[in-house]
């Protein structure tokens, strides 16, 4: 096989992004699926606080504060106003033995965190390479995407336990043989500091062990899904790969390795500059799609089973144009098709405006929030870039995480609403923030209740899916075209970014 088949797949396969990239936007979501455990238990705590009137003493003590808390930059100020003023109000709030109720409740929060973590990796992950492994063959990516989390999620729960234990042997026992190699040795030549660099010298040891571990498991998820076989299989498939074609392998180790530094690299830069958001999407729908059909082309093309799909008859930019077209034609047809979700997201985002307004209200004269100063070194190329990246990142992760039963959607429709409820009574100047968001807010508001609808939908089709009213196929059209009304959503935000950064800041100004 030669590499260049295998470029070729990749490319090939990415001309049609709507196939394969809704199961990495489903990835990027997994955030917004593990949020809403926290999220829960923050609402237990509140409520059990309520209940005792703990709140009730807590916000009488908020009311003797008679002046407002610093700014960060006086650091001195600022921690004598919480010693003196904030702490005695947290005291009536919590007492020693609800402290460690909450130490008991935050641990279980954590470890149910890590492990709705840990099982969602594996069931997107293998759709992902699921749907990967369908495109470079010529079929349909979702729906095998679809098939591929029931069938392969247990096999790669499998392969990350057990490379995380490797690694625990391996370290461990390369510790235990270092420090009696070192102690030994020392001991026997009067030397102590001859056995520590002894233990030293088996630092590249552990290294090259990892590297390996890593290699191999690296691979071994393809040939589950490739070759449908279980977890030691995969592994001696993928060690097999790897010996007999080399050169391929070593192809893919280098293009990830570099091409992650790279990412990495650029992402850090911009981060220092307030525009990494945009990339770091970028890395998630588009890099890591790209290696994973890039190590998946490579183990099917040496199978002998590569068939990529043919290229579009457009160009790029004809491609570009008619998906955008199409992008904002599918979600006019979803708003007018969907007039009772999207009052629910409505209603869902008012619901969490309203309470963020009540509960800041305690708060009001002590924090202070203004969105003056929020704009002070405010530069409109890299605050446009930034919004758009932020904005679009919160609508795809909003309406992809709504697959799990539509819970995440409405989390994140509440919880943004709560968020400006509350910055919004905590302004110092309302004013000046409602000048500020009217005109990008007629823009982005919008997209967003549109991006809670999209996740109610995909949550009630699945839970079809579930029944059995619905079947794989359609229910990959339901991802599929979630796709495009995303796409419609990323129109309207990248239209709301640009006044956000270039308008929004100054044209009110003259006039309050």
């Known amino acids: 096989m030669r590499l260049s088949d295998a470029t070729n797949a990749v490319h090939r396969v990415l001309r049609r992004p709507s196939d394969l990239l809704p199961f990495y936007i489903l990835g990027a979501a997994a955030g917004a699926v593990v949020r809403v455990i926290p999220i829960a238990a923050l609402l237990v705590v509140y409520l059990a606080l309520e209940i005792s009137g703990r709140l009730d003493a807590f916000r009488a003590e908020l009311a003797e ?63 992902q390479l699921a749907a990967c492994a369908a495109r470079v063959r010529g079929a349909r990516g979702l729906t095998a995407g679809v098939a591929g989390v029931r069938r ?9 336990l057990l ?43 552990w290294l090259l062990a990892v590297i390996a571990i890593r290699a191999v498991f690296a691979l071994a998820p393809v040939a589950v899904v490739v070759d449908d076989v279980g977890a030691f299989p995969s592994l001696k498939r993928a060690a097999a790969f790897i010996r007999h074609n080399p050169v391929l392998a070593a192809f893919y180790y280098v293009i990830s390795v570099g091409a992650l530094l790279a990412f990495g690299t650029l992402i850090s830069i911009l981060s220092l500059f307030g525009a990494g958001t945009a990339l770091s999407l970028a890395s998630t729908i588009v890099l890591l799609p790209v290696l994973d059909l890039l190590k998946t082309a490579l183990y099917t093309g040496a199978r002998g089973r590569l068939a990529p799909p043919p290229l579009p008859e457009a160009g790029l930019w004809g491609q570009f144009r008619a998906g955008t077209r199409r992008g904002w034609d ?39 929030t203004s969105i003056a100063g929020r704009l002070e070194g405010h ?3 890299r605050a446009a870039l930034e919004f758009f990246g932020n904005n679009w990142t919160v609508a795809l992760t909003t309406a992809y995480s709504g697959v799990a039963f539509a819970v995440p959607a409405l989390v994140s429709l509440w919880f943004n609403g709560v968020a400006i409820g509350a910055i919004a009574r905590l302004e110092v100047e309302l004013l000046e923030l409602i000048a500020f968001v009217v005109p990008h807010g007629i823009f982005e508001i919008p997209a967003i209740i549109v991006a809670g609808a999209v996740g109610i939908h995909l949550g009630v089709r699945w839970w079809g899916a579930l029944r059995g009213r619905l079947d794989r196929p359609a229910f990959a059209d339901s991802l599929e075209r979630a796709f495009w009304v995303l796409i419609g959503v990323g129109i309207l935000l990248a239209v709301a970014a640009f006044i956000e950064g270039f308008i929004s800041p100054y044209y009110w100004r003259p006039f309050l």
Do not use: K, N, Q
């Not at 979600?331 to 309470?355: Q, Y």
């Open 65 to 127: 504060i008679d002046r407002p808390a610093p700014g960060l930059e006086s650091e001195e100020e600022l921690a004598t106003w919480l010693t003196e003023e904030l702490v005695p109000a947290l005291e009536a709030l919590f007492s020693p033995e609800i402290g460690g109720v909450l130490l008991l409740l935050f641990a279980a929060t954590m470890l149910a965190m890590f492990a709705a973590g840990v099982v969602l990796t594996a069931l997107l992950s293998a759709g």
């Open 163 to 205: 490379e995380v234990v490797l690694w625990l042997v391996v370290t461990l026992g390369l510790l235990v043989v270092a420090a009696l190699g070192a102690a030994v040795f020392g001991l026997a030549t009067g030397l102590p500091e001859i056995g520590v660099l002894l233990a030293l010298a088996a630092v590249p040891v």
């Open 152 to 160: 392969y999620w247990p096999t790669f729960l499998a392969l990350y």
């Open 379 to 381: 530069l409109p190329p």
């Open 330 to 368: 599918e979600m006019v047809r979803f708003v007018r098709a969907t007039p009772g979700i999207h009052a629910l997201s409505i209603g869902t985002l008012a619901v969490g405006l309203a309470m963020g307004w009540v509960g800041a209200a305690p708060f009001a004269g002590i924090v202070e």
